[in-house]
């Protein structure tokens, strides 16, 4: 079996900066409003409004979450590459062990 440890490194980077450009995204988002009676004093517009407020708070929350996702693929994938690598190593010292008794 072979497994490319420098590119699970790498999509654990990728994903660790994916996770920063979701927290700016998310900070940006969160701190932005909707202001009340932005869309008129009228009951649909009121309605309306609570929607998009709803929705900007829902939006908010999701983009969080992808953030904490997105941290942890990046800490599983570096954490499988120093599992994998150890295992290497530990390999290699058998079979040598192995070889050496021969």
Known sequence: ?????TGLRAGGTGS???ADHAD????????????SGMFGSFSEAKAF??????????NVGLIKNHT??????GDHARHVAV???????RNVAD????????
């Open 68 to 73: 904490d996702q997105l941290g942890k693929i």
């Open 1 to 5: 079996m072979y497994v490319n440890i």
């Open 49 to 58: 409004g609570r929607r998009v407020r709803s929705a900007h708070s829902h």
């Open 24 to 35: 700016q995204s998310s900070g940006s988002l969160s701190r932005t409003a909707v202001s």
């Open 83 to 89: 599992e994998f690598e150890d295992m290497e190593r």
């Open 95 to 102: 079979i040598r062990a192995v070889q050496d008794a021969l």
């Open 16 to 18: 660790y900066s994916s």
